[in-house]
């Protein structure tokens, strides 16, 4: 069917953000020129939208009919959606159909749409992916454009991790600081710390409150929420950089400028409750979104259990050990979240008999932990560093830039299921718990990924494998079998070509372009199968008091910086 100038797009006004979008990027890359329509306006050369309640949510129907009788009156596209998240995803899919010219800015090619009935629906509520642009930061820009992409693989939450030791993004106003002196670093480690290797070129840059709701408008109008990491009581040098009273320390020291766990964490004090709650109330204000995370991974109580001090809180407070401040801190920070009518998300280790009920647990270190937190009734977001984290190695390759992690090629990411038939609800184990299992989110972390060109090597083309478990039924699709052969034909013969005209620098199947290498730059890449061998469904990631410090660099913490205290 061919799509003219002048042809009308009609809506149902619930539905009108997705027929817009769909609107102008359609017009930009057949450089047509398409009439926004009130519904009803007759038949022929029409692309209508229509709410149909009878859909599951998020579901949608795109009938796409030939021109009958009259040719001159042109054919027509009927979306059906069940809610705006699916127009959303319609168009998305209309899109698609259009082929690799709908993903330019600019063409003249015929629009021509095939003559298709779908009907589709989501497997999960929530199909995250992660974006780290605290460990480095990534211009406005690229978060918009990282916001198409998703949107175009039918993602539907960005977590944005906007803190962490080395950097702090966020624009606060009653705390200028964070960003005077928490969005810069002196230099950055190249590749794993464990070598040492500094580039000595200074790194940072933040967020302002109108960038972020900007952001946040922009997913919006995309189907997307943006849901704003603020990580604590771990993960908080660059906080403690400008305001050394929130540390355990409390003395001055740099913006981190390696790798690895921390054990300068949070003093969990009163006055860090207060310090964060002033600053979760300017992140509620720009983010209007449902959900907050506040990260709660990977804290080391070392310095706490040194400090007679918070030794004693820990006393006061009830608590059987000083360890037990680190589900305590995060308690009280989700119930001020919910206070203000969202919800908390944090990672799993923030799990404890002190989480209120509503707070969303996403499990990073295994699968055994979302289980966990499942039977214990809290609801999961399922994305377990041992399949979902992009920031691992894509391949095997000689010239592989920077290998860390596991082996996680396009085939494992495509063979990954959130919820493995033995920690189903419906086993022994799990039956009839009340926490859900609301969905999976794939993770960018960005240690290594020093600018778009590399964001894109990492996450291309595996987000697309992820994106499809995350919306698809359940099904066989491990290596070898006939989903998986489908899905590699699909993605080289239709999927690569739409990336390409888009313009992303995804990594070939084949291994990386010359350009993509970065030759002398180490990387650390773990051994998947010993450590399932080891942690089983739980893993061996994150910190461990027993002495499983896999990540913890041993070096002593950066000197104080010389320019900042002058
Ligand atoms: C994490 O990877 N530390 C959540």
């Not at 749409?113 to 999960?124: G, M, T």
């Not at 030791?165 to 106003?173: A, C, K």
């Not at 184990?429 to 972390?445: E, K």
């Not at 730059?521 to 080891?534: N, S």
Request: charge should be negative; aromatic fraction near 8%.
């Amino acid at each position: 069917m061919l799509l003219e100038d002048g042809a009308r797009v009609e809506s149902d006004p619930v539905l009108r953000p997705a027929a817009r979008w769909w609107r102008r990027v359609t017009e930009e890359a057949f450089g047509l020129d398409l009439v926004p329509a009130a519904p009803g306006r007759g038949p022929g050369n029409c692309v209508r939208f229509d709410l149909a309640p009878d859909l599951p949510a998020g579901g949608y129907r795109i009938e796409v009919r030939p021109a009958e009788r009259r040719p001159e009156a042109g054919g027509s596209v009927r979306v059906r959606a069940a809610d705006l998240a699916g127009a959303h995803a319609a168009a998305q899919t209309l899109r698609q159909l259009a082929g690799p010219d709908a993903y330019r800015r600019s063409g003249t090619r015929p629009l021509v749409l095939p003559v298709v009935h779908i009907e589709d629906r989501p497997r999960f509520e929530w199909r995250g992916v992660l974006l780290d642009v605290a460990r480095h930061f990534l211009p406005k820009h690229d978060v918009l454009r990282f916001i198409d992409l998703a949107a175009a693989h039918r993602l539907n939450v960005l977590q944005l991790h906007l803190t962490d030791d080395q950097g702090w993004r966020v624009q606060i106003h009653r705390y200028p600081e964070l960003t005077r002196t928490g969005a810069w670093r002196r230099e950055s480690t190249v590749g794993t710390w464990r070598t040492g290797s500094r580039d000595g070129r200074p790194h940072g840059g933040f967020y302002t409150q109108d960038d972020l709701r900007e952001i946040v408008g922009y997913a919006r109008d995309r189907g997307i929420t943006v849901v704003p990491e603020i990580d604590v009581p771990g993960h908080v040098e660059a906080a403690v950089a400008a305001y050394p009273e929130l540390g355990t320390r409390k003395d001055r020291s740099a913006v981190r400028t390696t790798w690895g766990i921390s054990q300068d964490v949070l003093d969990p004090s009163e006055g860090s409750l207060a310090f964060f709650r002033h600053v979760l109330d300017e992140v509620l204000d720009v983010f209007d979104t449902p959900w907050i995370a506040l990260g709660g991974d990977e804290v080391p109580p070392t310095l706490w259990r040194e400090s007679p001090s918070i030794v004693e809180r820990a006393r006061s407070l009830g608590l059987a050990d000083v360890a037990q401040l680190h589900g305590w801190f995060v308690a009280r920070l989700a119930e001020h979240v919910s206070a203000a009518g969202r919800r908390a998300v944090v990672w799993d280790e923030a799990v404890s008999p002190m989480l209120p009920r509503d707070v969303i647990v996403t499990s990073w270190r295994g699968y055994a932990q979302g289980a966990a937190a499942l039977a214990a009734g809290y609801d999961v977001v399922m994305a377990p560093e041992q399949a979902v984290y992009l920031d691992h190695r894509a391949g095997e390759h000689p010239a592989e830039p920077i290998p860390v992690g596991f082996l996680r090629t396009v085939e494992d990411v495509y063979a990954f299921e959130p919820l493995p038939a033995a920690l189903t609800p419906a086993s022994a184990n799990l039956a009839g718990v009340p926490g859900r299992l609301l969905g999976t989110q794939a993770q960018v972390w960005t240690e290594h990924l020093d600018s778009a060109r590399r964001v894109d090597y990492a996450t291309f083309p595996r987000l697309a494998a992820f994106a499809e478990v995350a919306w698809s039924p359940r099904a066989d699709r491990t290596q070898g079998s006939a989903a998986s052969k489908e899905f590699l034909d699909r993605l080289e013969r239709r999927h690569l070509p739409r990336l390409d005209a888009y313009g992303v620098e995804y990594r070939p199947l084949a291994g990386p372009h010359p350009w993509q290498t970065r030759p002398g730059v180490e990387g650390y890449p773990r051994d998947l199968a010993a450590e399932t061998a080891v942690g089983g469904w739980a893993g061996i990631g994150g910190w461990r008091e027993d002495g499983g410090v896999e990540n913890l660099p041993t070096e002593e913490p950066a000197p104080a910086d010389p320019e900042r205290d002058a």
